[in-house]
């Protein structure tokens, strides 16, 4: 049995794989800020019976409650920081700054701090997964806050994976596609290659237990966008600027 924490553990992604590592038999922290939902589960509330599953609640804009509340916690085979938002910046020559302040506080400032707690927490050899996105891969129309955290994510995993030796901690950073979530059902835009939760939690999960330091899927699609990403600007640019229209 591992034991596991996941944050972003009340819906989507987050969610499906705390139900995926509770049927595989492992103990569950699960953070978030609502767990309401999971009164519509007796998987869930079976599990919490048993103290198999551990619920954490936080806000992730309040930095003193992410120490206080992850101090408590044992150590740990697997860590997934997988909470996150999405906001789009509609008119990028009137910049909304509060919106952009919220997305990079949420998506970037807030697992410094969950590093800060987690990391003396990880068990030797223990596998900590960082959520990033494809959309770090090429830039994006209206996603100058979203892309920019998730880049900031990408390139913080890439530098901790220099800093710690793979021995001691074995760092992955995800970047999926478009998953259907209740993020992604706010989208106003096509999105290629949609895949449900439960199979993102699969490829998730399959990477970890690989130890996998780039996990992303569905393959066709962050394949495409890493190809473009590696050509030159221009052709992407290209690209882009016509899928708007």
Known sequence: MK??????????????????????????????RNFSVYE???????????????????????????LTSLNDIESLDIAILNAGTCEYIDNAEHFDGALFERVIQTNVISIGYCLQVLIPKMKYGAHL?????????????????????KAAIHYLAKSLQLDIPAERLTISVIAPGFVKTPLTNKNDFPMPMLIEVSQAASHIISGITKNKKHIHFPFPFTSFLIVMGSLPDRIWQWVALRMKR
């Open 3 to 32: 034991t596991v924490l996941i944050t972003g553990a009340t819906s989507g992604i987050g969610l499906s794989l705390v139900h995926a590592y509770l049927k595989q038999g492992d103990k569950v922290y699960a953070c978030g």
């Open 40 to 66: 519509e589960s007796e998987t869930l509330l079976e599990a919490r019976q048993k103290l198999q599953l551990m619920e954490v609640s936080f806000d992730l804009t309040d930095s003193q409650s992410i």
């Open 129 to 149: 997964a960082l959520m990033g996105s494809s959309a770090s891969y090429v830039p994006f129309q209206r996603a100058e806050a979203y892309g920019a955290s």
